[in-house]
Nanobody, 120 residues
């Protein structure tokens, strides 16, 4: 089992950048595929970025491709999401997640979330 905690959210203007961090507890962090999901008001939660357990493989939703970069540091049990050129439609609660399979439809463990608000 792994416990996850996000940080780095906030209120920014369109075009700005933010970097989210996810700190994980437990010795098995490096065995999990990781991802960032988000949930906007009235919408379902969606995974927008995924990274393999080693960090060698990454995948993005079309809505964030080219603007967001996911990365991880297994030595520090930490994952990141660099978000550039933010848009108002990126406003959501962002969650980090861990799963046994990178391309699973939904991951097994989720953090509490951090709010990202992008004003126009």
């Amino acid at each position: 089992q792994v416990q996850l905690g996000e940080s780095g959210g906030g209120l920014v203007q369109a075009g700005d950048s933010l970097r989210l961090s996810c700190a994980a507890s437990g010795r098995t962090f490096s065995s999990y595929a990781m991802g960032w999901g988000r949930q906007a008001p009235g919408k379902e939660r969606e995974l927008v970025a995924r990274i393999s357990s080693s960090g060698g493989l990454k995948s993005y939703a079309d809505s964030v491709k080219g603007r967001f970069t996911i990365s991880r540091d297994n030595a520090k049990n930490t994952m990141y999401l660099q978000m550039n050129n933010l848009k108002p439609e990126d406003t959501a609660v962002y969650y980090c997640a861990a799963g046994s399979s990178m391309f699973a439809s939904m991951y097994d463990y989720w953090g509490q979330g951090t709010q990202v608000t992008v004003s126009s």
